[in-house]
């Protein structure tokens, strides 16, 4: 049995391929032999699962995207269904409305407490409404509970969230995450369970607390001393796995919208294909036509020329909620040998068993390059975890020759396997005292299915003092959300690595380029311009080719001069910036409003995480899903048909929607049918393992041709030119920023 499981999903690949590649009746015939039924069969039963398309509609103005999502979900079988469809979003998404249609009938939600749109939905459930429920388990996790979806009657969901597009190397990044990978989840540790405790109204509930919890409430969390701790949801089963081996090939559609002020001067996706037309300055794109399935995240990066050396500029909006504002802050061009402080370099990688393969080979890949370029003042730590830690040194080493062989023959006798203790990692990587006179950097790499985020992000915050820790994301749909988040704790950056054919050449380039931070200790004066609502509290270094951007509110309008500061290699820096803010409600939408909520929401829960559950702090998050109408941990929308349209709601039977087998991902990776809520670890089962070592060989070839492309290409480069380290004068002027010229102790 547990051969077959794969060898579906090998056999959907290659049916898919077959498909797409024969004439195009036998690819309309093959589609819709795919989108008729998918029935799975667990402990010998057959049972059909209801299917879903979703559509993704992406306008972008510059570094804001507007997404709009919808999925439409339609019951194959003879009977009425509760569908469950567990699926990601941006973790930046502002998620604003919702708005379900059941044939003609078209019904907007309402934004309501988590706990309220619980009861209106199942309400509407026993009445034999069709009804939709949309809960946020993290921010870039979510669920769609449809109740009575009518055999052959469409059920059409449709989100609409908004978010600001950061800009990495230069370039800015749009992610449109597509599907939930799995997450481990190991026991919860008391000691620190007021850290994730999200579902306690009262910091101390009584001994009795669990007779006081129904049945449905008691299924979702568990306890960890006086503390109910929110469960992940039931991950469901997965075509080509524990589930069906077949799936509609068109179950997932795309379009494009870029339009921008500037020539936009590059336009593409290193994860799916694209067609594209337009102009410099608008870009229409959508999938290139044949099969695509919900299986990696879609990963969009486009560059805009630039109109000026300005390194900080101002929006504004006016409404009736008050005056909102976007501050965008560039660091200054600073030349890189002037930069070169001395490293302490801590690598950390993740050997648990979803890295099996090509994840693992990509972070050995990354480690062999990293090592080969380190400095000779630097010194480095090399750990490994899964269900416990290793390491390479217990203190920093220098970087000699000598032990940077000890290090590279270290990871290269790396295995993966087991479950992903990810916190007792982190803790590893602070043991030692911290060398004087050097940076310490933390650099993960992982593939972040734990289910633990929050007490992940806690301990990194608790722990990081002075250094910077740096994350790399290996595979298709990496948990973005807790990387992003262990970065912003970390004051550092993240980078992401698709274990393809590419991969060995972005883990290269990622490896050389370890950056330090071009500004640090980033702060903004406003100069008695009075504002609230400051998002982010604490901004994150910049680096070079990045960007952030800070919201707040204001009151008073008109012109403005504020001041951003910084250090600059230890030097303070200042940068003026004019700006003019309006008085006067212009009519005009504006995605800055609600950004700002998001942000505001973000901030909060992440005080929410760290420092435990201060007084209030859970309603003032409310009241802001409330007022802005978004989603949130406490705000849910809810959707309920005026039409009673199942006579029989009681017979309904539960059923969730499968997700395909994430892409490139071990099927170590997934030890049973179900995985959240499991304290059971990742197995590294010999099967998996002869699986692995298949596909490797397999590989071989392809692999060995890329290696020796990516070699002549590297050899073909001009070597580096030496540039002796010149003094940054004392006072000077770069990209609007001025630069004191005393050094900062």
């Not at 290090?407 to 992903?420: I, N, P």
């Not at 803790?427 to 992982?446: E, G, H, K, Q, V």
């Not at 509290?537 to 910084?566: M, N, P, Q, W």
């Not at 048909?641 to 199942?646: I, L, M």
Request: hydrophobic share 40%.
């Amino acid at each position: 049995m547990l051969i077959q499981r794969p060898m579906q999903f090998f056999c959907l690949i290659l049916c898919l391929a077959l498909g797409s590649a024969g004439p195009a009746g036998a690819t309309e015939d093959a589609h819709a032999s795919q989108a008729g039924r998918v029935v799975a069969s667990v402990d010998g039963i057959n049972t059909t699962l209801p299917l879903l398309k979703s559509h993704y509609d992406v306008k972008i103005e510059g570094d804001v995207a507007t997404v709009t999502v919808t999925q439409t979900f339609l019951n194959p079988t003879s009977q009425a269904l509760n569908a469950t469809y567990l699926f990601p979003l941006n973790q930046k998404a502002a998620v604003y409305g919702m708005d379900m249609r059941v044939g003609d009938e078209l019904v907007k939600a309402i934004i309501q407490r988590k706990e309220e749109a619980r009861e209106t939905f199942e309400k509407a459930q026993s009445e034999g409404k069709a009804a939709a429920l949309l809960t946020q388990h993290r921010p870039n996790m979510f669920t769609q509970n449809i109740a009575n979806l009518m055999p052959g009657q469409p059920v059409q969901i449709t989100l609409r969230y908004a978010q600001t597009v950061p800009k990495i190397d230069a370039a800015y990044e749009l992610v449109v995450p597509m599907v939930v990978g799995p997450r481990y989840e190991g026991e919860v540790n008391p000691s620190v369970a007021d850290l994730m405790g999200l579902d306690s109204d009262d910091p101390a509930p009584s001994a009795d607390i669990e007779d006081k919890v129904d049945d449905d409430e008691q299924k979702s969390v568990e306890r960890a001393g006086n503390w109910l701790i929110e469960k992940l949801p039931t991950y469901p089963k997965v075509i080509g796995f524990n589930a069906p081996s077949t799936i509609d090939s068109r179950r997932v559609t795309l379009k494009i919208d870029l339009k921008s002020a500037n020539a936009v001067s590059t336009f593409s996706s290193a994860t799916h294909e694209l067609e594209s037309a337009g102009d410099e300055k608008a870009i229409q794109a959508h999938f290139k036509p044949g099969a695509q399935i919900d299986n990696r995240d879609f990963v969009l990066r486009y560059a805009l020329a630039a109109d000026s050396d300005i390194s900080a500029g101002a929006l504004a909006h006016y409404d009736a909620r008050g005056g909102f504002l976007s501050l965008l802050i560039e660091p200054p061009k600073m030349p890189k040998q002037g930069l070169a402080t001395p490293r302490e370099l801590i690598f950390v990688l993740d050997t648990s068993g979803s890295m099996s393969g090509a994840p693992l080979r990509a972070s050995q890949v990354f480690m062999h390059e990293a090592l080969k370029n380190i400095r000779p003042d630097d010194h480095f730590r090399i750990l490994s975890f899964a269900d416990t830690t290793s390491q390479f040194a217990s203190n920093p080493i220098a970087a000699t020759p000598d032990n940077i062989q000890e290090g590279l023959r270290y990871v290269s006798g790396l295995t993966a396997g087991g479950g992903t203790q990810m916190n007792d990692a982190i803790r590893n990587a602070f043991t030692s005292a911290p060398l004087d006179d050097a940076m310490r950097i933390i650099i993960f790499l992982t593939d972040g299915y734990i289910g633990g985020d929050r007490e992940v992000i806690a301990t990194v915050a608790q722990q990081i003092g002075n250094a910077r820790l740096y994350a790399f994301g290996v595979g298709s749909s990496v948990n973005r959300f807790l990387l992003e988040g262990m970065a912003n704790e970390g004051r550092g950056y993240v980078r992401y690595i698709e274990p393809g054919e590419l991969a060995f050449e972005v883990a290269e380039t990622f490896a050389r380029d370890l950056k330090t931070p071009l500004l640090t200790d980033i702060s903004v004066d406003w100069n008695g311009l009075a504002i609230e609502g400051q998002s982010p509290a604490k901004i994150r270094d910049l680096f070079e080719g990045g960007s952030v951007r800070v919201f707040a509110r204001y009151k008073k309008g008109g012109k403005h001069t504020i001041f951003v500061k910084g250090r600059i290699n230890g030097r303070q820096a200042s940068m003026p910036v004019e700006i003019s803010l309006p008085m006067d409600a212009s009519g005009e939408d504006s995605a800055i409003p609600i950004i700002w909520a998001r942000q505001q929401i973000f901030d909060k829960n992440r005080t929410y995480i760290i420092s435990g559950q201060p007084d209030g702090l859970k309603e003032q998050i409310t009241q802001l899903g409330l007022r802005f109408s978004l989603q949130s941990a406490f705000t849910s929308f809810v959707a309920v048909s005026q039409k009673v349209v199942n006579q029989d709601p009681q017979n309904a039977q539960s059923k969730q929607v499968p997700l395909p087998k994430v892409a490139n991902l071990s099927t170590n990776a997934y030890p049973s049918l179900n995985l959240s809520g499991s304290s059971a670890p990742e197995p590294a089962g010999f099967i998996g393992i002869f699986l692995v070592i298949g596909l490797a060989v397999a590989r071989y070839w392809r692999q060995l041709k890329g290696t020796l492309v990516a070699m002549r290409r590297r050899n073909a480069r001009t070597l580096p030119v030496e540039i002796s380290s010149t003094q940054v004068p004392t006072r000077l002027a770069r990209d609007g920023w001025w630069l004191d010229g005393h050094e900062i102790q």
